[in-house]
């Protein structure tokens, strides 16, 4: 079970430090895993803090049936996907009418949790023509029945995350362990990966309304080796990044 963000060690009380967090988070459009105890899954993001800074709004679903199911829990816990980890949780979410849209509305929480540590340090990864490809097998019976091939969008020291359109395969169920999987890297070839389904969010829909998702692999006794491409392709990107200042 999650631990409560209050007991943390990490946890961060002071009010005005709580509000720059979460209005640094709303200028920068921080991508944000909203989770319901009943499993309700959601991308969203901090829109805006109240001028008092009593109260958050965020971004809702545009299907009002998953907006009813995160309004009716009593338990929302949201969570960064990159960089710096940050968490809170919730008790109620209200649906109100902002100037722009409907946004849900929740209490300016009393203590939020901060974690920066190498394993929580996503980085967003190229896409297009430069994209990464995690293949993952699909086998029935000990026999590899198909192959999937997922585009990576992040990655940290600790997995990674894909981009999967339509509804996902029956292998990503929560905590299954995928074997066999891969990665091809950069000048350094193909990287053999067994991988854990840690979560599974909706996300944006394409031009055609087709629903896309965002599942999280945690790697899962990644060797010494294979540790040593994911860290060198990840100081390559953040060196890249950085001279394009």
Same mark, same amino acid.
């Given at each position: 079970?999650?631990?409560?963000?209050?007991?943390?060690?990490?946890?961060?009380?002071?009010?005005?430090?709580?509000?720059?967090?979460?209005?640094?988070?709303?200028?920068?459009?921080?991508?944000?895993?909203?989770?319901?105890?009943?499993?309700?899954?959601?991308?969203t993001a901090v829109l805006e803090l109240s001028a008092d800074g009593s109260y958050i709004y965020?971004?809702?679903?545009?299907?009002?049936?998953?907006?009813?199911?995160?309004?009716? !829990?009593?338990?929302?816990?949201?969570?960064?996907? /990159?960089? @710096?980890?940050?968490?809170?949780?919730?008790?109620? %979410? *209200? #649906?109100?009418?902002?100037?722009?849209?409907?946004?849900?509305?929740?209490?300016?929480?009393?203590?939020?949790?901060?974690?920066?540590?190498?394993?929580?340090?996503?980085?967003?990864?190229?896409?297009?023509?430069?994209?990464?490809?995690?293949?993952?097998?699909?086998?029935?019976?000990?026999?590899?029945?198909?192959?999937?091939?997922?585009?990576?969008?992040?990655?940290?020291?600790?997995?990674?995350?894909?981009?999967?359109?339509?509804?996902?395969?029956?292998?990503? !169920?929560?905590?299954?362990?995928?074997?066999?999987? /891969?990665? @091809?890297?950069?000048?350094?070839?193909?990287?053999? %990966? *067994? #991988?854990?389904?840690?979560?599974?969010?909706?996300?944006?829909?394409?031009?055609?309304?087709?629903?896309?998702?965002?599942?999280?692999?945690?790697?899962?006794?990644?060797?010494?080796?294979?540790?040593?491409?994911?860290?060198?392709?990840?100081?390559?990107?953040?060196?890249?990044?950085?001279?394009?200042?």
């Amino acid at each position: 079970m999650t631990h409560p963000v209050e007991n943390s060690q990490f946890a961060v009380h002071n009010r005005k430090e709580i509000i720059f967090i979460l209005e640094d988070m709303a200028k920068h459009r921080t991508a944000l895993n909203l989770d319901t105890r009943e499993g309700v899954s959601l991308v969203t993001a901090v829109l805006e803090l109240s001028a008092d800074g009593s109260y958050i709004y965020l971004d809702i679903s545009p299907d009002d049936r998953i907006n009813d199911k995160i309004t009716d !829990s009593k338990h929302v816990t949201f969570s960064t996907q /990159s960089g @710096v980890k940050v968490r809170w949780h919730a008790t109620q %979410l *209200t #649906l109100v009418e902002l100037s722009d849209g409907n946004a849900f509305e929740m209490p300016l929480p009393a203590a939020i949790e901060r974690i920066q540590r190498r394993e929580y340090f996503r980085l967003g990864t190229p896409q297009g023509s430069k994209a990464l490809i995690c293949k993952i097998p699909v086998f029935d019976a000990d026999v590899e029945k198909e192959t999937i091939g997922a585009t990576i969008v992040d990655m940290s020291v600790g997995g990674i995350g894909i981009s999967v359109k339509g509804t996902p395969h029956a292998i990503f !169920s929560q905590g299954a362990i995928l074997q066999g999987c /891969s990665v @091809v890297f950069p000048v350094i070839g193909v990287v053999p %990966l *067994t #991988l854990k389904v840690c979560g599974i969010w909706t996300s944006v829909k394409t031009k055609s309304g087709e629903q896309m998702y965002h599942i999280g692999l945690e790697f899962v006794s990644l060797s010494r080796g294979a540790g040593n491409v994911v860290q060198r392709y990840m100081i390559q990107l953040e060196s890249e990044r950085i001279s394009l200042l």
